[in-house]
């Protein structure tokens, strides 16, 4: 089957699990035998597939008459003959044939996208200019898919959602929007109306949608009112194989994430306050950027255990990988984790990871450890089991991981298969 993709993010560039889930998925379904052409807003030297075909949409020329507006008007024409054959005496106009013929004529005038697509540069980001570069990517997306006759499109996060609404409007083609979190799980009581707005719009018009747990796809039925018939339910999948867990001796915690309200990194520092006033030697890190970093920051910074706990910023994800080896425990304390792909990683690594109840992840590994995010008792002693308990650390590394070698490549890209033939 011919697939055109739409994303905002492959890896390395990133800025979460967004890219890495994208990426996966598109090789799996081309390594299967599909044609998948995945479209970036702007692709850089470091982004490479060998499976998928990378478009990249900045280096497009936009086809600019496209998007003109045709105005259409008649205007007539009137032609003149004499007769060859005068008579004397008598006035030429007798011999005139005056002939009149409407013409029907179109023109090209500018309209806004036509101007906005030579106007506005494409970098790929989230920055303020986002509206206009959304709807420069939409009308290029309508253009590729208009010289690539795609069978289906398949978008990923609201951020391409207009485009496959474009398409499926300008082109008929059916339309699959695959929904890694929606913007009541990235910000909560901040979510923004108009991020609820594009992705309500898209769900209404989506001929299928992939959610990557059921708890999403109750978010999605629930906030949005949509039918769940429409809905199927996907795991993510992870090009990464198992480890086995390292043999030393328990002594690092580390948070991988956002610092959003969503990840609650400040949850992470409390349990990390905690257990430096008990006593234990405990390293922890806090892996990822985001705009409570500055507010975390000047709090551990004013505590007595500011030497315990480090910031590392942004890692791309082969860092964060090669992180994993030092790393003894994965703390996943976030209010909405509708998959948690960072999760997983850490399991097929060997890490036990310690997630706030609710985490999506946990439908398909139900062994993961999970309490309530608010009780702080609960994760403390949850931490101080599986850092000084050998016996119930292995135990768990192990039970997760034989349950997340079921979450495989096939299984998903079947279920992708049907799904497509559904929206056929």
């Known amino acids: 089957m011919k697939v055109l993709m739409l994303g905002w993010e492959f890896p390395p ?16 379904l081309a390594q299967k035998g599909h044609e998948v052409s995945f479209l970036l807003p ?21 086809d600019v008459e496209f998007w003109k507006r045709k105005k259409v008007y008649t205007e007539t024409l009137s032609e003149t003959s004499i007769g060859s054959m005068l008579m004397p005496y008598l006035d030429p106009e007798i011999f005139v044939n005056n002939k009149t013929k409407s013409v029907e004529k179109v023109t090209l005038e500018n309209t806004e996208e036509s101007e906005l697509l030579e106007r506005i540069e494409l970098t790929g980001t989230y920055e303020s200019n986002l509206g206009a570069e959304l709807l420069k990517y939409a009308m290029l997306a309508v253009q590729v898919a208009k010289e690539e006759q795609p069978e289906i499109i398949h ?27 929606t913007e009541h799980d990235r910000n909560g009581v ?74 609650s990194p400040s949850i992470f520092i409390d349990l990390a306050r905690d257990l430096c006033s008990k006593g234990y030697d405990f390293n922890f890190s806090i892996i990822g950027d985001g705009y409570l970093r500055g507010d975390l920051e000047n709090r551990v910074a ?29 703390v996943v304390p976030s209010a909405s984790e509708p998959f948690g792909l960072v999760a997983m990683e850490a399991i097929l690594k060997g890490i036990p990871v310690a997630a706030a109840r609710g985490i999506g992840l946990g439908e398909f590994i139900p062994s993961i450890p999970q309490v309530e995010r608010w009780d702080h008792y609960s994760y403390i002693r949850l931490i101080e089991r599986l850092m000084t308990d050998d ?34």
């Open 302 to 330: 004013t505590s007595n255990f500011s030497d315990r706990i480090v910031f590392e910023g942004f890692l791309d994800r082969s860092e964060v990988l090669k992180k994993f080896s030092t790393i003894d425990l994965l």
């Open 155 to 181: 978008a990923h996060d609201w951020i391409t959602f207009r485009a496959a609404v474009l398409i499926k409007k300008t082109l008929n083609i059916p339309i699959i929007l695959h929904t890694h979190s």
């Open 42 to 62: 702007k692709k850089d030297s470091t982004q490479v597939s060998n499976d998928v075909n990378l478009v990249d949409a900045s280096g497009l020329t936009p």
């Open 13 to 28: 560039k990133i800025s979460g699990g967004l890219g890495v889930a994208s990426k996966s998925l598109a090789e799996a």
């Open 190 to 263: 901040y979510a923004q109306q108009h991020v609820i707005d594009e992705e309500r719009t898209g769900f209404e018009q989506a001929d299928q949608i992939i959610a990557v747990s059921q708890k999403l796809k109750y978010t999605i039925i629930g906030s949005y009112g949509i039918d769940s018939s429409k809905i199927k339910v996907v795991p993510n999948i992870l090009n990464i194989k198992t480890s086995k867990p390292g043999i030393r001796k328990p002594k690092h915690i580390a948070f991988v994430g956002r610092l959003t309200h969503q990840k």
């Open 391 to 424: 016996h119930y650390r292995k135990d768990v590394i192990s039970t997760c991981q034989k349950e997340a070698s079921k979450i495989t490549p096939e299984r998903s890209v079947g279920i992708m298969e049907q799904i497509y033939q559904d929206a056929l």
